[in-house]
């Protein structure tokens, strides 16, 4: 019921606050404005004419200041369109079964993330004011992943300038922000984005990236993965985990392959107090079964194969 679909939109909301602090804001705002805009609907449904033109002025307040736009006319005609696009998605929403079941599948991230924005028939009473709360909570500057992201990168770059670095992410919000920060600390480096959509475009982004004197980091998301092939890169980072060893095994697999001359290293940022945290010892966890299920196991219950150092990658405090 009700309650079990609000359980799994807040376990979205955790998830993706364990990625960055700017993905949870640009979700915790997309939300903010589809409940102001589905109080817009109610509002006309029950003749509230008042109610209705103090809602839609709150929606274009919003919109005006998510994507920065101009007072002038040209930005007022932005602001409506987005409006009406808004309107359209959330009563195509409205109309929806929510589908709450557990999925832990990566490539349902794009889709929990558009859940978490528009599930508004899940929503708590007064939230629209607690969500204001919780955006001005929000610290301002740079995250602890992202400076740790950063240092890592100059420290490999000191070694090997040319070095091409993989990072995975799962939420778009932490795509964007990672995409700047790393544009604003190393300004000639060069950053592409492979996240879902066109495959044309898909490859037209690996090709830049590949190219010797192309982008040295390539930011990419689950939907950016498919059916791409990353495997002159030897340095990849995740973000952020994904909840399925097998999702992990996957993003390896970008940079991976057999009789590779130099080693495929992976690094992991982990938030320890958060559900991030949970996710990786319940990881280390599925990975100690699966060892032993593959008879991977000595007689003191060590893993002979060391599948959770070539899955989990480093996790030691400095770059090897």
């Not at 349902?108 to 007064?126: F, G, I, K, M, Y």
């Not at 939230?127 to 890592?152: C, F, V, W």
Request: aromatic share 4%; hydrophobic share 40%; net charge negative.
């Amino acid at each position: 019921g009700k309650g079990r679909a609000l359980g799994f939109v807040m376990t979205i909301f955790q998830k993706i606050a364990a990625s960055s602090f700017a993905a949870v804001g640009s979700t915790l705002r997309r939300r903010l404005l589809s409940l102001t805009i589905h109080e817009a609907v109610v509002c006309d449904q029950n003749l509230d004419v008042d109610g209705r033109e103090r809602a839609l002025s709150d929606a274009r307040t919003l919109l005006h200041e998510m994507n920065g736009l101009s007072t002038d006319a040209l930005g007022r005609a932005e602001v409506e369109r987005l409006l009406a696009d808004a309107r359209v998605r959330l009563l195509r929403k409205l109309g929806e079964k929510i589908d709450a079941e557990e999925r832990d599948g990566e490539g349902r991230a794009s889709v929990d993330e558009e859940s978490a924005a528009l599930l508004v028939s899940v929503a708590l009473p007064a939230e629209r004011q607690r969500i204001r709360e919780l955006l001005t909570l929000i610290p301002e500057g740079e995250e602890s992943k992202t400076q740790e992201l950063l240092r890592a990168l100059g420290d490999l770059w000191g070694l090997h300038p040319g070095e091409k670095i993989v990072v995975f992410t799962t939420y778009l919000g932490s795509v964007d922000a990672l995409q700047t920060a790393i544009n604003k600390s190393f300004p000639r480096a060069g950053v592409e984005v492979l996240k879902g959509g066109d495959h044309g475009a898909k490859l037209a982004a690996e090709r830049r990236f590949k190219r010797p004197d192309g982008p040295r980091v390539l930011v990419c998301t689950a939907a950016g993965r498919e059916g791409i092939n990353l495997q002159f890169a030897r340095v990849l980072f995740n973000h952020d985990l994904p909840w399925n060893p097998m999702d992990l095994e996957q993003r390896i697999g970008r940079i991976h392959r057999y009789g590779q001359v130099h080693t495929a290293q992976v690094y992991n940022l982990v938030s320890a107090d958060t559900i991030e945290g949970q996710i990786y010892l319940l990881l280390e966890e599925k990975l100690m079964e699966i060892a032993k299920t593959l008879g991977k196991v000595d007689e003191l219950g060590q893993v002979a194969e060391d599948l959770r150092g070539q899955i989990l990658g480093q996790l030691s405090e400095r770059i090897s």
